[in-house]
T-cell receptor
Framework: GQQVMQIPQYQHVQEGEDFTTYCNSS?????IQWYKQRPGGHPVFLIQ?????EVKKQKRLTFQFGEAKKNSSLHITATQTTDVGTYFC???????????FGKGTSLLVTP | NAGVTQTPKFQVLKTGQSMTLQCAQD?????MYWYRQDPGMGLRLIYY???????DKGEVPNGYNVSRLNKREFSLRLESAAPSQTSVYFC????????????FGPGTRLTVL
């Protein structure tokens, strides 16, 4: 069945270091979405990528969608303590009405 | 505009008890979802409703039932709770389908003893 795999599962960085999480799908995706969940909170939408090779930036966050539309990455430059949380990627299920979420990458930032 | 609301926030059940988790959205969204979140397992889809009047199984539907009561409300029922159903449950909604942003509720933390 469809799967969205995410690595690493955990990442611990010092404040100011960069961070990257990777997302891989077993099938070609029409789009990929990224969500962030703060500790004790609920997932919040960050961005959606649709085009092959697409790159989008949100301040220190850079999102990429692979040329084959089977992988994606989120890169955070110069992490801050406010970046702490779990980052999820999600791709459409076959039904077209729901998403398959990856297991997430939990980021811990030490001051 | 409250977004997605869920009740209750916390619940403790004994094995075999039943309960219904309530979810409502005020964004006039067509699609609604129920997920469970367990440590290291990410968000797993239990059931979803693409539109009012329809429901479909997700990844882990066993032990659960759902009702799309109207366009606003989507409830999740545990008929006979088991310790394996201890989890955090999130409801979400989207305008229509998998190309739209999903908006999540604050979650229900359920413990089954």
């Amino acid at each position: 069945g469809q799967q969205v795999m995410q690595i690493p599962q955990y990442q611990h960085v010092q404040e100011g270091e960069d961070f990257t999480t990777y997302c891989n799908s077993s099938t070609t995706l029409s789009n990929i979405q990224w969500y962030k969940q703060r500790p004790g909170g609920h997932p919040v939408f960050l961005i959606q990528l649709v085009k092959s090779g697409e790159v989008k930036k949100q301040k220190r966050l850079t999102f990429q969608f692979g040329e084959a539309k089977k992988n994606s990455s989120l890169h955070i430059t110069a992490t801050q303590t406010t970046d702490v949380g779990t980052y999820f990627c999600a791709g459409p299920r076959n039904s077209g009405y729901a998403l398959n979420f990856g297991k997430g990458t939990s980021l811990l930032v030490t001051p | 505009n409250a977004g997605v609301t869920q009740t209750p926030k916390f619940q403790v059940l004994k094995t075999g008890q039943s309960m219904t988790l309530q979810c409502a959205q005020d964004m006039n969204h067509n699609s609604m979802y129920w997920y469970r979140q367990d440590p290291g397992m990410g968000l797993r889809l239990i059931y979803y409703s693409a539109s009012e009047g329809t429901t479909d199984k997700g990844e882990v539907p066993n032990g659960y039932n759902v009702s799309r009561l109207n366009k606003r409300e989507f409830s999740l029922r545990l008929e006979s709770a088991a310790p394996s159903q201890t989890s955090v449950y999130f409801c979400a909604s989207s305008e229509q389908g998998s190309t739209d942003t999903q908006y999540f509720g604050p979650g229900t933390r359920l413990t089954v003893l």
